[in-house]
């Protein structure tokens, strides 16, 4: 049974630093893993989505990795601002083109002081 | 279009009552999901359709739920005689499902949420 884990749950930084929030997972036959960010009281908004066959994606300030024999990813936020306070989420899809299947993290909660 | 909208955006009703929320997804989007999503957890399957037809139901999804997408565009998610319990946030989210398409990259776009807050 999939099983994903989110470490740390909680994380307070200064602004300007780098920083890399952990997703990990037991099952490594995945077929997509996805990076989520929901604010307080809202709905979540999609970071960045790396196929099986994938090893980083990119988008600005945010990196994510995946290394499927580790079951492990990673997403590195660079020069951390305020705004990147949220919480954030990653997801794991082990049946192609099929989300209900997706296994959920508990997320990690970011706060960047000013 | 501007991504997935849902609505209303926060709804009180009493128990017992009918509560219905709509949910438009990104328009070229054949794939609706609905996830309902508590407090400090992550997002829980409801259903989801493929065009118009309702493919799977979770088990969480219980007699008094109901969700239709007729024209395989827009869709409710209804929930008859409210209880305490079902107060949540309920997700709707949208993705492109094809074979045989590069553009089928499983992606899921959500909305802003419905949060029920049942009295």
């Known amino acids: 049974k999939q099983e994903v884990t989110q470490i740390p749950a909680a994380l307070s930084v200064p602004e300007g630093e780098n920083l890399v929030l952990n997703c990990s997972f037991t099952d490594s036959a995945i077929y997509n893993l996805q990076w989520f960010r929901q604010d307080p009281g809202k709905g979540l908004t999609s970071l960045l989505l790396?196929?099986?066959s994938q090893r980083e994606q990119t988008s600005g300030r945010l990196n994510a990795s995946l290394d499927k024999s580790s079951g492990r990813s990673t997403l590195y936020i660079a020069a951390s601002q305020p705004g990147d306070s949220a919480t954030y989420l990653c997801a794991v899809s082990s049946s192609a083109g099929n989300n209900r299947k997706l296994i959920w993290g508990l997320g990690t909660s970011l706060a960047v002081n000013p | 279009d501007t991504g997935v909208s849902q609505d209303p955006r926060h709804k009180i009703t009493k128990r017992g009552q009918n509560v219905t929320f709509r949910c438009d997804p990104i328009s070229e989007h054949n794939r609706l999901y609905w996830y309902r999503q508590t407090l400090g957890q992550g997002p829980e399957f409801l259903t989801y359709?493929?065009?118009?037809?309702?493919?799977?139901k979770s088990r969480l999804l219980s007699d008094r739920f109901s969700a239709e997408r007729p024209k395989g565009s827009f869709s409710t998610l209804e929930i008859q005689r409210t209880e305490q319990g079902d107060s949540a946030m309920y997700l709707c989210?949208?993705?492109?499902?094809?074979?045989?398409?590069?553009?089928?990259?499983?992606?899921?776009?959500f909305g802003e949420g419905s949060r029920l807050t049942v009295l």
């Open positions: 359709f493929q065009n118009e037809a309702q493919l799977e």
């Open positions: 790396i196929q099986s």
């Open positions: 989210a949208s993705s492109l499902s094809r074979l045989a398409t590069t553009a089928n990259t499983g992606e899921l776009f």
